[in-house]
Each structure stands twice: as structure tokens, then as C-alpha cells.
């Protein structure tokens, strides 16, 4: 090849990549119709435990699919950081809860309103993480910081898959 000719590269994602994106999308979709499920059980705080299981869970199955080492201390603190900056949200979540203490409208409002956040967080989660193991990253270099505004932008986008998941239109 001369000098004068251009070398044009052109990245086109294997079969393999297009195959961990379509099971990781499915995945996240699945658990966030979990998440979802969960957010409805009667029990106050009980369900929040819950709903971080099923995260852990998620990720777990992720990093599975993706072939990166998964580490539960730094999972647990990555959601911590990622709940914890949607701010009002994080502190929502128990006050929703606990409200299902209540005889029949506190459970009916708690249980579909946190079941709602729930299957949100949950699916901006596993979309941050398919994000972030596309590009090779890991538990170890995950950076909640960098992602926080991504975050909560995909929150909006799981609220309406989480209300489709309950049978409930979105607004």
C-alpha cells in the first residue's frame, strides 16, 4: 500500500458483542420486572432488602455474562453511591415503605410507588453496567461519581418500563 492511499477501519461489533447486549438488555428487563414485584411485598424495610438483592443479583449475572470477577463488597457500595446520589429518591424509598404500614392505602400507594422506583433504579443499574462492561470495564474501575448524571436520566426511562411492568400508564 502507497502512502498516498487512506486506510479506512471500520469497527464492526462481532457476533459475540451483539449476542452479551441482547442477553444483558434481557436481563436487565427481567429484573427490573422483579425489582418491581418485589417492591409491592407488605412487609416495611423488607422490601428495600429485597430490591438491593435482586441488584446484587443482576450484577452478578452481568459480570457472568461478561467475564469480569464480581466482587459483592464493591457491588453493595456501588449501589449504595448510585441510590444514594438520586437524592429525594434514596430518601423516599424507606418513607414509601413505611408507609405500607398503613391499612389499605398506605400499602395500595407504597406498594406501587416504590415498586416503581424500585424496577427505576434497578434498570438504570444494569444499563450503567452494560455500559460500562462493553467498554471493559469492571467492578474495580466503576466510578459512581462519573455516572451519576447518566444515572438519573436512565431512572426516567426505567419509571416507564417499571409502570408498564405493573400495568400502569405512564404519564
Known sequence: MSTTEATIIVDIPSQAT?????AAEALVRKNVYIAAGVGVLPIPLLDLAAVTGV????LYQLSKLYK???SKEATK???AALVGCTGTVFLARPAWSLLK??????STVGGLTLSILSGAST?????VFIQ???SGGTFLTFDPKAVRAHYNKLQEEGRKIAEEALGKKSE
Open 18 to 22: 451483539t449476542d452479551n447486549l441482547q
Open 55 to 58: 441488584q446484587m443479583n443482576m
Open 68 to 70: 469480569v470477577q464480581f
Open 77 to 79: 457500595s456501588i449501589i
Open 101 to 106: 404500614s398503613l391499612p389499605i392505602v398506605g
Open 123 to 127: 434498570y438504570a443499574l444494569g444499563k
Open 132 to 134: 460500562h462492561f462493553e
